[in-house]
């Protein structure tokens, strides 16, 4: 099992930067991609961006070229670098791990993050 512990939301406003970070601690050898989705009230949970083992990252459309996702792997953290923020951005943030066997992908609690003026 992986447990996280995630910080760094809060309110911010708009244009303005947060930095999400989450660590993961348990079975954290499986873990092959760490990310952050976003759940908004009345919507469904969208994937913002995955980091995978390797380097390789992955952002929802909404927000390639302001967020930035990076792994600290001697931490066993990931970031969310979050510039110019909008009011659309708000929602919660959840950590993610995936791992090749069941249950496939893990969940933070989760952090709120409220952009408003």
């Known amino acids: 099992q992986v447990k996280f512990v995630e910080s760094g939301g809060g309110l911010v406003q708009p244009g303005g930067s947060l930095r999400l970070s989450c660590t993961a601690s348990g079975s954290i050898a499986s873990i092959y991609a760490m990310g952050w989705s976003r759940q908004a009230p009345g919507k469904q949970r969208e994937l913002v961006a995955t980091?995978?083992?390797?380097?390789?990252?992955n952002y929802a459309d909404s927000v390639r070229g302001r967020f930035t996702v990076s792994r600290d792997n001697a931490q066993n953290t990931v970031y969310l670098q979050m510039n110019s923020l909008e009011p659309e951005d708000t929602a919660v943030y959840y950590c993610?791990?995936?791992?090749?066997?069941?249950?496939?992908?893990?969940w933070g609690q989760g952090t709120q993050v409220t952009v408003s003026s």
């Open positions: 980091h995978i083992n390797g380097g390789a990252t």
């Open positions: 993610s791990a995936r791992v090749p066997q069941y249950p496939y992908e893990y």
